[in-house]
């Protein structure tokens, strides 16, 4: 064992910075050299099967982290070693971009491998999901808006990610979310599109935004991305995923079946959408190659709206809750909003959101940051 773990090298992830353009006054001249010396493991805020991340602070200049420690005894032990050499040249392919986490470097022990990537004070999207419930529609189109361009930029980089959920999803600073987590990512080649991919050798994604080929197949595709895409879209606007059973086995006949409703309610344009994503052949998928790719997804009437080229620069709409009704063709949205400092305030007196206040939890997580100076 202890031959493996020392011959664990994972490409050439050594100490030596990634190499990535310089953006936002990053010096890469500053980034040689680092070790875990270098950094403050300040607290927990993120576990994995096989990873821990940390809130870590550069102890140079302060600046905050998010530090991801993998244990090399562990990766070797389970056959996970080639995950994280994948996870390492996807985020090298794909750093900087505003809708991507941010890798900065990577160095690693005799025992751990450390990546240190950009870390968000306003955490996962999930955390807004459980507060919120259902999302009004402008902030669904905002924030599946951007999820779109992040997919679109990664897979015009041959890397399909294979577990796009809310867990994944995070929330920068001023609330711009960010795409997360490439541990169980993808690297195909350019010219593979929506067609199945070889068989994976194990499971690889979350139950309620599995693909069914995936399932059904072990395959994987671009079009896997598409399948959790419209899952999330349901998700914002019901509150709940599509495909829910009792066990992961009972959502897993859901999926294969696409054995899901629209509630009463809910947006027709939205359910157009999901209904063009949320299909079995993933060839048949909207944004996939064969429907027309992400030109056809973003024409969509649902994002109508959208002004696709100055998104970054918007700011994003308040988090509401929505409540579909069911006998209108309008919702009621709550007073009780997400400010831009991720905390949930009240904009005017509303008793139906006291209870969704009272957890004062701290959140955070990895996103866009300047580097060390």
């Not at 991919?197 to 072990?218: H, I, Q, W």
């Amino acid at each position: 064992m202890n031959n493996e773990v020392n011959s664990l090298q994972l490409g050439k992830l050594s100490s030596q910075p990634t190499q990535i353009p310089e953006q936002n006054d990053l010096n890469l001249t500053h980034l040689k050299g680092r070790c875990p010396e270098d950094f403050d493991l300040l607290s927990i805020i993120g576990e994995g099967s096989y990873a821990t991340v940390y809130l870590g602070k550069y102890k140079t200049s302060g600046k905050l982290y998010a530090v991801k420690v993998l244990d090399k005894r562990h990766m070797v032990r389970e056959g996970k070693a080639k995950y994280a050499a994948v996870e390492k040249e996807a985020l090298r392919k794909l750093s900087p971009h505003p809708y991507i986490v941010r890798l900065y470097y990577t160095f690693q022990d005799t025992y751990k491998l450390y990546f240190v990537l950009g870390y968000a004070k306003n955490g996962e999207l999930l955390y807004y999901i459980r507060k919120l419930g259902s999302f009004g529609l402008d902030c669904v189109k905002f924030y599946s808006a951007e999820l779109i361009l992040a997919m679109e930029y990664m897979h015009s980089k041959g890397i399909v990610h294979r577990d796009i959920k809310p867990e994944n999803l995070l929330l920068c600073e001023n609330m711009h979310l960010i795409l997360a987590d490439f541990g169980t990512a993808k690297i195909i080649s350019l010219v593979q599109d929506d067609s199945p991919l070889g068989r994976v050798s194990s499971f690889v994604g979350t139950a309620d935004y599995v693909s069914p080929e995936l399932l059904n197949y072990k395959r994987t595709s671009i079009s896997s991305d598409l399948w959790a895409l419209g899952c999330i879209i349901y998700q914002l606007i019901a509150g709940w995923p599509p495909f829910r059973g009792g066990t992961d086995y009972l959502t897993f006949q859901k999926v294969s079946n696409l054995d899901y409703t629209i509630p009463d309610g809910f947006p027709e344009e939205a359910a157009d959408l999901i209904k063009q994503i949320l299909v079995l052949d993933p060839q048949q998928r909207l944004g996939s190659n064969s429907r027309g790719g992400y030109e056809n997804l973003k024409g969509h009437i649902f994002f109508e709206e959208v002004l696709w080229e100055q998104l970054h620069e918007t700011t994003p709409p308040e988090l509401k809750p929505y409540l579909p009704l069911a006998d209108g063709p309008r919702g009621l949205t709550s007073e009780m909003n997400v400010g831009g400092d991720g905390i949930l305030a009240h904009t005017a007196k509303n008793s139906l959101t006291a209870s969704l206040t009272n957890d004062t939890n701290d959140y955070r997580h990895y996103t866009e940051a300047e580097g060390p100076s």
